[in-house]
């Protein structure tokens, strides 16, 4: 959709903020309050090392309302939710002095991306990537549509789940890639991508996500207001 697309749905429909749902009156969609008291992990918590990743940033916790408005957003048509996720990313981002040669994304399988209608971490790689002042680029392809990560326990399950889903679309010489996606919780999707696109050419591979799971709380399959919750698909 339009820029002018949206802001015309912003004069028919008021913004609400994307965690609490209060109306916000300029159109940001993060109210005072939730600026104040989302669940952000101290900055040294909000880097995390994964297998085949330089780093692997995420301004919050994927607990409560960013859990609740995460769901909104990937299965309750909230796609207007990727302006302010991005916003925290980027600001996140440049907070730890992150800098990449491109953007890209971790994509949905053709068959979710029909079922869903967008792809809920190409619009955060895109506005991102406009934030930064950084190229956009599509560099994978999901070639398998494996059971959702939520369905499986444990690590070493989720690792196999993943194996060989993606390839690549395109090759590097050398570049730092950015790698995008909603949630990270045991890193197995991330690591699978980044090992793709390494061996892709590649120079190195950094990711950015909007939450990430506790160490106490890897973000398996959870039940939330009577709705399942999905983390890392």
């Known amino acids: 959709m339009s ?11 008021p913004p609400k903020c994307a965690f609490c749902r209060k109306l916000v009156s300029d159109g940001r969609m993060l109210c005072p309050d939730c600026e104040g008291r989302l669940p952000a ?17 995420s301004p919050l916790y994927y607990t ?3 859990r609740q408005s995460l769901h909104r957003y990937k299965f309750q048509g909230a796609a207007a939710y990727y302006r ?6 980027s600001a996140c981002m440049k907070e730890h002095g992150l800098t990449a040669d491109l953007v890209t994304w971790v994509p949905l399988s053709r ?5 869903r209608g967008y792809d809920q971490a190409r619009l955060l790689a895109e506005e991102v990537a406009r934030l930064q002042g950084l ?3 599509r560099t994978l392809e999901k070639i ?5 990560q939520s369905g499986t326990s444990g690590v070493e399950q989720r690792r196999k789940n993943v194996l060989g889903v993606y390839r690549p679309v395109t090759s590097f010489t050398g570049e730092h890639v950015l790698l995008i996606d909603d949630i990270v919780t045991t890193g197995s999707t991330l690591g699978e991508a980044a090992k793709v696109l ?28 009577g709705e399942i919750d999905y983390a890392d698909i």
């Open 3 to 13: 820029r002018l697309g949206e802001r015309l749905l912003d004069l028919l429909y």
């Open 41 to 57: 992990p101290e900055k040294e918590m909000q880097r995390q090392k994964i297998s085949g990743l330089a780093v692997c940033l």
């Open 64 to 66: 409560g309302d960013v």
């Open 84 to 89: 302010v996720y991005a916003e925290l990313m």
């Open 111 to 115: 068959k979710r991306l029909r079922s």
């Open 135 to 137: 190229l956009c680029e």
């Open 144 to 148: 398998r549509n494996n059971r959702a």
């Open 198 to 225: 390494l061996d892709a050419g590649a120079g190195e591979v950094s990711a950015l996500t909007l939450a990430r799971t506790d160490r106490e709380d890897r973000g398996f399959r959870t039940e939330s207001n």
